[in-house]
């Protein structure tokens, strides 16, 4: 049978397809099949920058249906994502001049994951 495809890298995994997800390293809800390397990678706490974007990735955040229904346009919808990230991760947005600014990180194909 084949084998699933790391989420991160692209790579194929040992893990086959059929192999149920209570039985394998690596697996994230919602998001899929981890490589071990990638996996081990996303679950330890260095302070570099292809573990965050692993991390990043791999971290994911439910908006129920309530929420979505009841915000009244795309805008607070928006800011309400962004509450419910900061609220999960920890990290607090940033102000500049009045406006509030989420840093965003450039993902660039780095070789050195694969």
């Not at 049978?1 to 790391?6: D, F, Q, V």
């Not at 149920?20 to 490589?35: F, K, L, N, S, T």
């Not at 570099?48 to 009841?70: P, Q």
């Not at 900061?86 to 990180?105: A, D, H, L, R, S």
Request: hydrophobic residues 35%; contains cysteine; glycine residues 6%.
């Amino acid at each position: 049978m084949p084998n699933e495809i790391c989420i991160i890298c692209g790579n194929e995994t040992n893990v086959d397809v059929n192999t149920h997800i209570d039985m394998r390293y690596g697996y994230v809800e919602g998001a899929g099949q981890c490589c071990k390397e990638c996996y081990d990678k996303t679950n330890k706490t260095y302070d570099n920058y292809a573990t965050k974007v692993m991390k990043n990735r791999t971290t994911l955040i439910t908006i129920s249906a309530e929420d979505i229904l009841n915000t009244p346009n795309d805008m607070e919808l928006g800011s309400l994502v962004r509450k419910k990230y900061w609220e999960i991760t920890g990290e607090t947005p940033q102000k500049i001049n009045g406006f509030v600014v989420i840093v965003v990180k450039i993902l660039l194909v780095l070789n050195t994951i694969t």
